[in-house]
């Protein structure tokens, strides 16, 4: 039966539903011999008849009644292919793995609900984890696209821009330095800090602020693995730390935190969409880049710097 066809089961319903080889063969724009070839056709692949001759014309048998319900879902099948096709073509279905820094979680997920929610015949899946997770994944082809800061060096990426990623110095409400004016990097030398493991780009950018300066461990150790946990650290008193601004407009909102205004500071990165640069996206990928390069910068998370100014932008 390998050999049966789409006409032919449109053939068997239009018999079936006009109870004529002529009336049907005038539905599907034929002639009567071509139709009854066809219909002979499938009756021989099948191996038995799926008409009774009556009186009143052709009427299906139990064969046939049993196959007309095949048909009708094989036909159901075809018209969601076409569809769930047309959908995938033109990115708004089909499905679609996003991977997601751990840093950009405060504002990751509602971007990407506003994305599905304009789209909702795609199956969007996203997964979170640290910067060298995210970047493995996308290198293996587990996530297609990533949100991310900065891109991998030893993976060639397309990159695209979704707004800025602003980096900036905070300290429990209490601190010496809190109500202080501009602060000098000089002033900072007596400190205890708390930052993210090597490797990270919130390390780097600390490395790169500080320059050649001693750094004095903190109580609680130098490096934490979260920034969750540096956060809750810097409010226990333990120390100050460089920090996506992304990450505390509760704590700032809440004056659980402050940002210090230091020089320097804020160092303004950039979040982008990576995908890898030698594979094609897909049309759903598309979709979502276009969508995070024009909306993302709405969903980014503004947290109050000092003197009022907004972390979220650039300083004038």
Not at 216 to 241: C, D, F, Y
Not at 274 to 289: I, M, Q
Request: aromatic share 6%.
């Amino acid at each position: 039966m390998a050999n049966i066809t789409l006409t032919q089961l449109r053939t068997l319903e239009a018999v079936a539903e006009t109870g004529s080889l002529a009336a049907a063969a005038e539905a599907l724009h034929m002639t009567p011999p071509a139709l009854t070839a066809r219909l002979k056709g499938l009756e021989a692949e099948v191996g038995m008849p799926l008409f009774d001759r009556t009186g009143a014309g052709l009427k299906l048998n139990a064969a046939g009644e049993i196959a007309r319900d095949l048909a009708r879902h094989v036909d159901r099948a075809m018209r969601e292919f076409v569809e769930t096709m047309g959908a995938v073509r033109s990115g708004s279905g089909g499905r679609l793995s996003v991977g997601v820094v751990s840093t950009a979680k405060y504002f990751a997920p509602r971007l990407i609900a506003a994305f599905v929610e304009s789209n909702p015949g795609l199956d969007l899946r996203f997964r979170i984890g640290n910067r060298d997770e995210t970047m493995a994944a996308l290198k293996s082809g587990e996530v297609e696209i990533a949100l991310a800061g900065r891109p991998p060096a030893d993976l060639a990426v397309a990159k695209a821009p979704i707004g800025p990623h602003p980096y900036v110095m905070i300290a429990p409400p209490d601190h010496r330095l809190a109500c202080a004016g501009r602060v000098a990097r000089a002033d900072l030398a007596g400190e205890s800090f708390l930052f993210r493991e090597s490797g990270s780009g919130t390390r780097s950018l600390f490395e790169y602020l500080l320059g050649d300066m001693q750094v004095r461990p903190s109580r609680a150790g130098m490096e934490l693995g979260s920034n969750e946990t540096i956060k809750q650290a810097v409010m226990a008193g333990l120390g100050i730390a460089l920090i996506s601004a992304h990450t505390i407009a509760a704590e700032i909102a809440e004056r659980r935190l402050v940002v210090l205004d230091v020089e320097g500071l804020p160092i303004i990165r950039q979040w982008f969409v990576l995908s890898g640069a030698e594979r094609p996206l897909s049309a759903a990928a598309r979709s979502f880049r276009d969508f995070a390069q024009r909306r993302g910068a709405d969903f980014l998370p503004q947290a109050e710097g000092p003197g009022r100014k907004s972390a979220g932008a650039p300083s004038p």
